[in-house]
């Protein structure tokens, strides 16, 4: 009986108290470890938003640093016979918004200009025209031409980076006061500017030549890329009501039709403003502001006069979080009684408050702007 009883087991009431047990520290387990798992992907989701921001407004930053680069600013009066130049941004058709900050067919092209309320939720617009907007390596090719008696060409080393024989160039004069557009042809090597520049009415010593980035016949005596934002393949993980930040360049095989595929640099934005500050005694200082509350700059004098570009975004930080509690509807996107505007995110943005909100503040310098000569 002894031995029996020492190899009878566990009774059934002794088994479920340790089944009862058993369930309540899994139970303890899981409370705490479900707030810990949503809060380890709120965090991963935040560390994705700042990565992509770091990464999506480089790409803004360095298109506005270069604003202007490779552009002219009037027309080479010592060239014969003077060039008239004739092109197609974006028509009205194709894109309204973007067709606001044209300056086609023929006006001398503004680096930068801002289209006031022109995006999603009354954002402004931006459009930077530059050669080396567009993503290719054709772009950032450049040179010169100098006399030795003969018209040269500079040959660089290493020789990727020079000007290829059948890419489309824009020819510019530089001197003291002004950028003037000589003519826009296909690259032959430096033979085939000893004639054309004979042209000149007083013989030049230099001449700066800058790839377009095309082997195809050009639209544009430059490329343009604009900045907007817009409600198309807005993730899911958004607030209803925010958009995405694209960068768009104008199509310069087909010019007219309007944009290839834009490129996506920020996902759930509420909101862009873009401010600047401009020269208006050309003493090389920034002396003026300006709020981009409507079309702006109205001409290429001006556009040429900005020193500092400043861009606000509003946009969503993680992912939404019913544990969280926004603490304020109205977020000045800009700088108070400077810059931008108060954004409600209770009119516009659905269950904002359970979104976390960050404000992207970027100050850029137009180097392309400055100005420049090069010396014979």
């Given at each position: 009986?002894?031995?029996?009883?020492?190899?009878?087991?566990f009774?059934?009431?002794?088994?479920?108290?340790?089944?009862?047990i058993?369930?309540?520290?899994?139970?303890?387990?899981?409370?705490s470890?479900?707030?810990?798992?949503?809060?380890?992907?709120?965090?991963?989701?935040?560390a994705a938003?700042?990565?992509?921001?770091?990464?999506?407004?480089?790409v803004?930053?360095r298109?506005?640093?270069h604003?202007?680069?490779?552009?002219?600013?009037?027309?080479?009066?010592?060239?014969?016979?003077?060039?008239t130049?004739?092109?197609?941004?974006?028509?009205?058709?194709?894109?309204?918004?973007?067709?606001?900050?044209?300056?086609?067919?023929?006006?001398?092209?503004?680096?930068i200009?801002?289209?006031?309320?022109?995006?999603?939720?009354?954002?402004d617009?931006?459009?930077?025209?530059?050669?080396?907007?567009?993503?290719?390596?054709?772009?950032?090719?450049?040179t010169?031409?100098?006399?030795?008696?003969?018209?040269?060409?500079?040959?660089?080393?290493?020789?990727?980076?020079?000007?290829?024989?059948?890419e489309?160039?824009?020819?510019?004069?530089?001197?003291?006061t002004?950028?003037?557009?000589?003519?826009?042809?296909?690259?032959?090597?430096?033979?085939?500017?000893?004639?054309?520049?004979?042209n000149?009415?007083?013989?030049?010593?230099?001449?700066?030549?800058?790839?377009?980035?095309?082997?195809?016949?050009?639209?544009?005596t430059?490329?343009?890329?604009?900045?907007y934002?817009?409600?198309?393949?807005?993730?899911?993980?958004?607030a209803?009501?925010t958009?995405?930040?694209?960068k768009?360049?104008?199509?310069?095989?087909?010019?007219s039709?309007?944009?290839?595929?834009?490129?996506?640099?920020?996902?759930?934005?509420?909101?862009?403003?873009?401010?600047?500050?401009?020269?208006s005694?050309?003493?090389?200082?920034?002396?003026?502001?300006?709020d981009?509350?409507?079309?702006?700059?109205?001409?290429a004098?001006?556009s040429?006069?900005?020193?500092?570009?400043?861009?606000?975004?509003?946009?969503?930080?993680?992912?939404?979080?019913?544990?969280?509690?926004?603490?304020?509807?109205?977020?000045?996107?800009?700088?108070?009684?400077?810059y931008?505007?108060?954004?409600?995110?209770?009119?516009?943005?659905?269950?904002?408050?359970?979104?976390?909100?960050?404000?992207?503040?970027?100050?850029v310098?137009?180097?392309?702007?400055?100005?420049?000569?090069?010396?014979?």
């Amino acid at each position: 009986m002894t031995t029996k009883g020492r190899q009878a087991g566990f009774s059934i009431i002794e088994l479920l108290i340790v089944i009862g047990i058993f369930s309540l520290v899994i139970i303890a387990a899981s409370q705490s470890f479900v707030p810990l798992l949503t809060q380890s992907k709120q965090q991963s989701k935040i560390a994705a938003t700042n990565i992509e921001g770091m990464l999506g407004l480089e790409v803004l930053r360095r298109d506005i640093a270069h604003a202007g680069y490779g552009l002219y600013w009037g027309l080479d009066p010592k060239s014969s016979p003077t060039p008239t130049p004739t092109y197609v941004e974006v028509t009205a058709g194709s894109d309204l918004n973007g067709a606001a900050l044209n300056d086609a067919p023929n006006g001398i092209p503004r680096p930068i200009v801002i289209g006031g309320g022109r995006g999603l939720n009354g954002s402004d617009r931006l459009a930077v025209k530059a050669v080396n907007v567009v993503s290719n390596e054709l772009s950032e090719r450049w040179t010169y031409l100098y006399t030795s008696p003969i018209y040269t060409t500079l040959i660089k080393s290493p020789t990727t980076e020079n000007i290829g024989s059948g890419e489309y160039v824009i020819v510019v004069r530089p001197d003291q006061t002004n950028r003037s557009l000589h003519f826009t042809t296909t690259f032959a090597g430096s033979s085939l500017f000893n004639g054309v520049l004979a042209n000149y009415d007083t013989p030049e010593t230099t001449s700066l030549i800058f790839s377009l980035g095309t082997t195809a016949p050009p639209k544009m005596t430059f490329n343009r890329a604009d900045f907007y934002i817009a409600n198309a393949n807005v993730p899911t993980r958004c607030a209803q009501g925010t958009g995405v930040l694209y960068k768009a360049v104008v199509n310069q095989a087909v010019g007219s039709t309007g944009f290839l595929t834009p490129l996506a640099l920020l996902d759930c934005v509420a909101d862009m403003q873009v401010a600047y500050r401009f020269d208006s005694d050309g003493d090389g200082y920034a002396d003026t502001s300006a709020d981009a509350t409507a079309d702006q700059p109205v001409d290429a004098t001006s556009s040429r006069q900005i020193r500092e570009v400043r861009v606000y975004l509003l946009v969503q930080e993680g992912q939404k979080d019913l544990g969280f509690t926004y603490s304020n509807n109205i977020v000045r996107v800009g700088e108070a009684g400077l810059y931008g505007r108060d954004f409600d995110l209770g009119a516009t943005i659905t269950n904002w408050q359970n979104y976390r909100w960050k404000l992207y503040t970027m100050i850029v310098e137009p180097m392309s702007l400055l100005d420049w000569t090069v010396a014979p």
